[in-house]
């Protein structure tokens, strides 16, 4: 370890010094995050390069296996050459009356496949199709991977930000999904028609046999459902598999779809009893008050509102437009998604420390509203605030050097996001802000204890006060 890295990594016993641009810590915040960008990398394309060989190795010898069995029963779609020369020596063997006399009268002029042969085929054609796509795709994700670690040339900041852009279209392409779960889904439903097609050939040679494999394989199958369904109903089951993934992703969708509907039904129902309710109070004082404006005024108010649609086609037309090209990540959008990976992914508490300290020395607005529109990112910083501030008050006061700094440098930051871009409530985490308001006057909402003191602790922080202060139930 060099004396740099070595200084680097000592404890923090204060708060860090906010740098007058992000970045300009003494390299501080960037050391962390390189260690922190190379684990999480590696640690990805070594996962997904061993499930890749695994898959490689298995879809070889499953393309291996269906191939034996199209090679036996493909022949059967086809009139076999062996009958005709067989019939004509049958005729010479036994002479007399000649039952050939062209071509028409062979076995194959005749022959027609059986009809539960075609499916089989079909079937095991499919399954070995699948087995070579993804196997396929499995060579393309190793060629993916490989250029997801590339390295090109130029300076460490160059390199980092490229790396950076890598990593954020791997995320927004799906790469991992795409790796993980489809690929293993594709070979998976290739075995699955493999065995239905393995299934349906026995049936035409014995039906004992093929009912008794049939039992096994909707054995298997339907633990293999049950597994996806328990990983489906508890996210934290270790029976994970890209079904389970599939079926997490279609509730996920499904949920919103339903509320919609049911609040739709709820609204159209109270909008047409409104309608029922009022309609005769509505029609007796159109009468007596006759007609409510001239000609000139209907016409006006007609073109105002083409003139709208005019202007909300137009507004929608430039969006769409805007959005058939992407545009490449800015130097402000590179810093944002610097600072998310570490304060979402780091336990570093040094890593921590600098992360929260860089943000007091950003002051685009923009970047930092996407800080403060983040919910996870946003309650991870107040989480971590009331962690170190509850291991600085629980510590004795020699140990309290390095959880105090912590919490000092979370405070600023949570601070500097809320007063910069955000309102009073943003002080306070997402989960709780609905709780902590005591609703006496609905105009008037009055704070809550607990959040005055959430309030005070974090101002305390910030100003460098004691840690020490009096709490009610903690929120």
Request: charged share 20%.
């Amino acid at each position: 370890m060099n004396t740099t890295a070595y200084a680097f990594e000592q404890p923090i016993t204060e708060r860090p010094e906010i740098p007058a641009r992000f970045g300009e810590d003494g390299g501080r915040f960037y050391y962390y995050y390189d260690q922190l960008a190379d684990e999480l990398d590696e640690d990805l394309t070594k996962r997904l390069k061993s499930q890749l060989d695994s898959l490689l190795i298995f879809a070889g010898l499953f393309a291996g296996v269906n191939s034996a069995f199209l090679a036996l029963t493909l022949p059967m779609m086809s009139a076999d050459p062996a009958d005709d020369t067989n019939a004509l020596l049958l005729q010479l063997i036994k002479g007399g009356n000649a039952t050939i006399n062209s071509e028409a009268d062979l076995p194959s002029a005749t022959f027609s496949p059986p009809p539960a042969i075609y499916p089989v085929n079909l079937l095991f054609a499919v399954s070995l199709t699948c087995a070579l796509m993804s196997s396929f795709l499995a060579v393309l994700g190793q060629q993916w991977l490989l250029y997801y670690r590339k390295r090109s040339g130029g300076g460490a900041a160059h390199q980092r930000k490229e790396q950076l852009r890598r990593q954020l279209g791997a995320q927004r392409w799906r790469l991992e999904l795409i790796l993980d779960d489809i690929l293993p889904g594709l070979l998976q439903a290739g075995l699955v028609i493999f065995c239905i097609s393995f299934v349906l050939y026995l049936r035409t040679l014995s039906v004992s046999m093929s009912s008794f494999i049939s039992a096994i394989v909707g054995a298997a199958l339907a633990i293999t459902v049950g597994a996806a369904i328990c990983a489906t109903w508890d996210r934290m089951c270790p029976y994970q598999s890209p079904l389970s993934h599939l079926l997490c992703w279609t509730m996920d969708r499904m949920r919103p779809l339903i509320l919609a509907l049911l609040w739709l039904c709820i609204l159209v129902k109270a909008y047409l009893h409104e309608i029922l309710a009022t309609q005769s109070r509505r029609i007796e004082p159109q009468i007596q008050a006759g007609e409510s404006g001239s000609p000139r005024e209907s016409s006006s108010q007609s073109e105002e509102a083409r003139g709208n649609s005019w202007n909300l086609a137009q507004q929608f037309t430039s969006r769409t437009l805007t959005r058939l090209g992407r545009k490449e990540e800015t130097a402000n959008d590179l810093i944002v998604a610097t600072v998310k990976r570490v304060i979402l992914t780091s336990e570093h508490t040094s890593a921590l420390i600098h992360a929260a300290t860089n943000i007091c020395a950003i002051d685009d607005k923009d970047s930092l509203q996407q800080f403060l529109s983040d919910t996870e990112c946003f309650d991870r910083l107040h989480d971590l605030f009331s962690t170190f501030r509850e291991s600085a008050s629980s510590l004795p006061t020699q140990l309290q050097t390095v959880p105090d700094a912590a919490a000092r440098a979370f405070a600023v930051a949570i601070l500097h996001l809320a007063l910069s871009v955000g309102t009073i409530m943003d002080l306070a985490p997402s989960k709780h802000r609905g709780l902590v308001i005591k609703n006496s006057l609905p105009v008037h909402p009055v704070l809550s204890e607990d959040l005055v003191w959430y309030f005070y602790g974090l101002a305390a922080c910030a100003g460098h006060r004691s840690l020490d202060i009096p709490k009610t139930e903690p929120l």
